[in-house]
């Protein structure tokens, strides 16, 4: 029996078949509001694609959920001719499903729908609906699984010789409640006991997180969450299942949860493959020492796209939210109509066509301003002495805000608690505070839960206090 075994997975794949869109104004909105790069979403997969292709060691593949952007009939048939790529040349796929990959019926909360996108315009297209996903990917997974979930079309397998994939489909309403029911959990626990007594170690996956990259994110949305996500870290926990592989958050992220007796398990998050944090992770499995090894992998190019001399990464961030946004801001001192169109679909371009002067003054503003000024304006608060502001050396404050927010999607946050810029946030954000209490401002006190500080919200976004490296993680699978 083969001892050491990997395998790799992928999420948010988000296709889209070069069928359905025109690369005009309709879609290039659609793209920033999405923040993934969904007009090279196929040379994206493709590129993932040929690393597995060339790892010969690797026969196993898991994509889990949003593998089409909005749930057209084209780009499921076109990804399905994707993933075969993968099948024809002898490795195994299995994929889950979840919310981007069906239609609504009207009867539910799912709200996508199937469009053809024109160059100032969309028309509709053909629609896969949720009942029709199960028979549309059974070949990639219930189809070597020992049982299916019916009504959720979850699968369980053998992936290698004692290791047991649960790959759990998003059921529910598609919004409020994406996860398994009573019916769905009887059988999870079902199949994690059966693993149990074959001696095989269980890993779980499914598309909605089970622990939140930060936990502001389950209050503020937590239908966001797998729907049953404490009844199912509680079963975890109870039945020793250490890794839960998920994504829909975009987010790379590792955390452990740990309850009330020690019992513990992390959920591994996977940033979206079409995003410019992209990336899939490598699992290796030394099954007889019950070890589970993960590490990212990344490309270093998008096969057949020309990114301009830029990283993968940077060709991505400069397509969306806010590197479109960082990318147009010095426009707006010397050509204002291309700042519009640099912006336009990530912020409001007709209401900020209507007062240049007020934002070429705003955007003069935010560039000139130093960090040494924050740092004062913080001093009670970061411990900071006269000295060490000075040695800022006129160093800018937006351009650290701009290296916060190209973290939030890839992780590792990128001010440890040792740098000025961590001390001089902590300061701003703890005066910001007080000043809001002084001033009764209840929509503060409305955002922070009790117990908790502004600052007990804003640092993770800052400094990197999860489980550790969010991209690797060496698990133990049992003692």
């Known amino acids: 029996m083969a001892e050491d075994r990997s395998f790799y997975i992928l999420t948010d794949t988000h296709y889209v078949s070069k069928k359905i869109f025109t690369d005009g104004k309709a879609f290039r909105r659609r793209e920033k509001g999405d923040q993934i790069a969904l007009r090279n979403s196929a040379e994206i ?36 001719s994707e993933l075969k790529t993968l099948t024809n040349a002898g490795k195994r796929v299995f994929v889950t499903t979840a919310t981007h990959d069906y239609c609504g019926m009207g009867d539910d909360e799912n709200f996508f729908t199937a469009v053809k996108y024109f160059d100032d315009h969309t028309e509709p297209a053909l629609c896969v609906r949720k009942s029709e996903l199960n028979s549309l990917y059974y070949d990639f997974g219930p189809r070597q699984s020992d049982s299916v979930h019916e009504e959720s079309g979850s699968y369980s397998l053998k992936l290698f010789e004692g290791v047991r994939l649960i790959a759990i489909n998003d059921n529910g309403n598609g919004r409020s409640h994406c996860g398994l029911f009573d019916d769905g959990f009887m059988w999870l626990e079902n199949e994690i006991d059966n693993a149990g007594k074959n001696g095989e170690e269980v890993l779980l996956a499914v598309h909605h997180p089970v622990i939140p990259p930060w936990d502001i994110y389950a209050r503020a949305a937590e239908f966001e969450m797998f729907g049953g996500y404490k009844r199912i870290s509680e079963l975890m926990c109870k039945k020793g299942v250490r890794v839960i592989f998920t994504g829909h958050t975009h987010v790379q992220n590792i955390r452990k949860f740990t309850d009330e007796q020690g019992r513990y398990f992390y959920d591994v998050s996977t940033s979206a493959a079409v995003s410019a944090a992209g990336c899939m992770r490598k699992v290796n499995l030394d099954i007889s020492k019950k070890i589970c090894d993960i590490k990212s992998v990344r490309i270093n190019s998008i096969s057949g796209v020309d990114t301009e001399g830029q990283s993968v990464f940077d060709y991505i961030y400069h397509l969306n939210f806010t590197g479109a946004l960082e990318k147009a801001l010095p426009l707006a001192k010397s050509d204002f109509n291309a700042f519009l169109n640099g912006v336009e679909g990530v912020l409001p371009a007709d209401k900020l066509k209507a007062h240049p002067v007020i934002v070429k003054t705003a955007v003069k ?38 290296e916060i927010a190209k973290h939030i999607f890839a992780g590792n946050a990128p001010y440890s608690p040792d740098t000025a810029e961590y001390k001089i ?45 969010d991209d690797a993680v060496t698990i133990k699978l049992s003692d």
Request: net charge neutral; proline share 3%; charged share 30%.
């Open 45 to 80: 997969l493709r590129s993932f694609f040929d690393i597995i292709l060339e790892d010969e060691k690797t026969d196993a593949v898991l994509i889990t959920g949003d593998l089409v952007n909005s749930g057209d009939r084209v780009s499921h048939e076109d990804f399905i």
């Open 365 to 402: 503003k935010a560039e000139k301003l130093k960090l040494s000024s924050l740092a004062k304006f913080g001093k009670k608060y970061n411990g900071l002495s006269r000295e060490e502001i000075s040695a800022l050396n006129g160093k800018k404050a937006l351009p650290v805000l701009f």
């Open 425 to 469: 946030l902590y300061g701003v954000v703890k005066r910001a505070e007080k000043i809001a209490k002084t001033l009764h401002i209840s929509a503060i006190d409305n955002f922070i839960p009790a117990g908790e500080t502004l600052w007990d919200i804003a640092q993770p976004f800052i400094c990197n206090n999860r489980t550790g490296d």
